[in-house]
């Protein structure tokens, strides 16, 4: 199961909350919404205990949309709770997310916005939004790039984010990492080593330096950060203090760019 499958299911899930959770949580919701007892407010605790419950189920019967109104509105605070946190770890960590010695960059290298992007070479939205991430790339001359390595899709795609970061080492990185976003079919091993040979890398070198520990911790430290960023699935971006999961569109990412370059900058 790839990660934006386990991202679906997750969403499915978050449905599935237990009835008694969602039924105590509308209940609490009501025994404190005047408007619903339409009685003062000694009212409830008054009211015996097995009669106040009948009084919501028959309440909740009449209007079951009410329960999917609560889930919605804990969804909501949910998010916007894990977004200020995010934003709070952007502002702590922005020099891990932008300016980490050992990530490559793209675009220009003195650019005055940075557009950070975490993906995975098996995740099909990846390769899908590789083209406008391009298209953003050409078409704004102070636009610095940085490529995030963020292997979450098993064992191949860890092999690939290692074989990039060696070629990075030979400096080959962006000419890799192009290549790996436009194959077809999986990236496993013998594919990843066949596109090194194509673009000129030396894979004997390629091979023993993927083995260096020091790619290895780069790639775990990138794990932790997306994780308290926030960032689950493939792709992600940040761009200035923006944090946008998912895939897009060009427009949408000059849209940030725009917004980015408008703000101090972190």
Known sequence: MNADSRN?????????????????????????????????SNATTEMASDAFEQRVRDYLLKHPEVIMEAVQRLETRRRAAEDGEAQAVLKSRADEVFRDPASPVG???AGDVTMVEFFDYNCPYCRKVASAVQETVTGDAKLRVVYMEFPILGPNSVFAAKAALAAHRQGRYIAFHEALMQARGAADEAGVLRIAAEVGLDVTRLKADMADAEIQSAIDRNLKLAQALRIAGTPGFVIGEHILRGATDAATLRSLVDKARAEPPL
């Open 107 to 109: 675009g220009n290298p």
């Open 8 to 40: 679906v299911l997750s969403r499915r899930r978050s449905w599935l909350v237990p009835p008694l959770l969602i039924v105590g949580a509308v209940i609490a919701w009501f025994a404190l919404d005047p408007g619903f007892r339409g009685v003062g």
